[in-house]
């Protein structure tokens, strides 16, 4: 048991707490930090998380080291912190832990959306973090999960395949070693702007709930997300803004997949066009809309994945129309500015870099003041 890896998880939403209970379940050494005892009280009481989906519909209990609102003491004597928590936290979650972290740990976002280990490792530098820490992100988050009680988890699913990214990209080989003790589903996701230019959330959820928002706050969503808010016209939208993402990829040098290469991967499911593929994927039937536009989908996927994507696209030279619109329609909406929120290339520390340069960082680690 010593030699095995040492797991913080920061966050205790329903994926914080599936992938905390899961872990200990299966032997490791397990934290959980949340900023707020208030929501981990009855956690820390019990000592675990009651957990269903580990063992069939059987209720298994995940004993936890340590349940804490104190970062310190969270990142003490362990060796992976697994930061799974809204986006749009990220940065403030980075300059608490800026402290208190160790050379040789492994920090890995649960997903990075798009851009998010670059905007954690400057944050970190920001503030001075002189330990050596490797930052990485994942493409989307391992688990289909949801809480079933304060103390109480359950897995839906749990994906075969997760492509993960370090930065640089030299480090990949170092974090698939360690987080494959407990999770040989992650893959190598070459670097973390293809991890983040792969984010399909950034196309079909902001577009999705701000294109249907009448009907949401009509019926509280009280309709099918993707089978009855697309519609033709709502799947050429999402087709344009798709072309946008993958042409900024292109800009940059990457190679991403279209919204029909991800869907004929994922779930194996094709179709003439966006529309029709998407009628086609069975597992969309039955997922209900938000039931408020006071949703992730716009509040944290605008500022950390369209914001990023339409940002690298202005500077280098992309038209990106269609994000600018859907971008605009969620500062109305939200009566608030996510590109000042958002993570801009200014933000990001790369406003005068060129796409070699860029390239550079992420593969390597070379970033010249």
Not at 51 to 57: I, K, R, S, Y
Not at 179 to 185: L, S, T, V
Not at 237 to 266: C, F, I
Request: hydrophobic content about 40%.
């Amino acid at each position: 048991m010593t030699n095995k890896t040492r797991f913080t998880i920061i966050g205790a939403g329903h994926g914080g707490k599936a992938m905390a209970a899961h872990l200990a379940l299966m032997g490791f050494t397990t934290k959980l930090y949340n900023r707020s005892m208030d929501h981990i009280g009855a956690i820390r009481e019990l000592g675990g998380i009651d957990l269903v989906g580990f063992n069939g519909e059987a209720r298994d209990f995940g004993k936890l080291a340590m349940v804490t609102d104190n970062i310190e003491e969270a990142l003490q004597d362990t060796d992976m912190i697994m930061v799974v928590i809204p986006s749009s936290a990220h940065a403030e979650v980075a300059k608490n832990m800026s402290p208190y972290l160790k050379d040789g740990q492994i920090i890995v976002l649960h997903p990075g959306r798009t851009c998010g280990a670059i905007e954690v490792a400057k944050v970190l530098r920001d503030n001075q973090c002189a330990a050596d820490v490797t930052v990485s992100e994942a493409e989307t988050f391992i688990y289909a999960s949801r809480s079933d009680g304060p103390a109480q988890a359950r897995i839906f699913r749990i994906k075969e395949a997760v492509p993960l990214a370090a930065l640089p990209a030299t480090r990949n080989r170092e974090v698939l070693d360690r987080i494959h003790e407990a999770y040989p589903q992650f893959i190598d996701g070459g670097n973390v702007l293809q991890t983040g230019l792969n984010n399909m959330g950034s196309i079909f959820h902001p577009a999705l709930t701000l294109l249907n928002a009448g009907w949401i706050e009509t019926t509280h969503g009280d309709y099918q997300f993707y089978i009855d808010g697309v519609s033709p016209s709502v799947a050429r939208v999402l087709e344009v803004l798709d072309r946008e993402r993958v042409t900024v990829g292109s800009s940059l040098g990457l190679r991403t997949r279209n919204a029909m290469d991800w869907l004929k991967l994922a779930y194996d499911t094709t179709g003439e066009d966006l529309y029709e593929a998407i009628h086609n994927q069975e597992g969309y039937y039955g997922i209900k809309a938000p039931p408020t536009l006071n949703h992730r989908y716009i509040f944290e996927d605008v500022p950390c994945s369209l914001v990023p994507i339409a940002s690298l696209g202005n500077r280098f030279g992309v038209n990106v129309r269609a994000m600018d619109a859907i971008i605009a329609l969620g500062n109305i909406v939200h009566r608030t500015d996510y590109w000042r929120r958002g993570r801009t290339v200014e933000k990001l520390g790369l406003t005068n870099y060129s796409v070699s340069e860029i390239t550079a960082y992420v593969n390597e680690g070379v970033l010249d003041n």
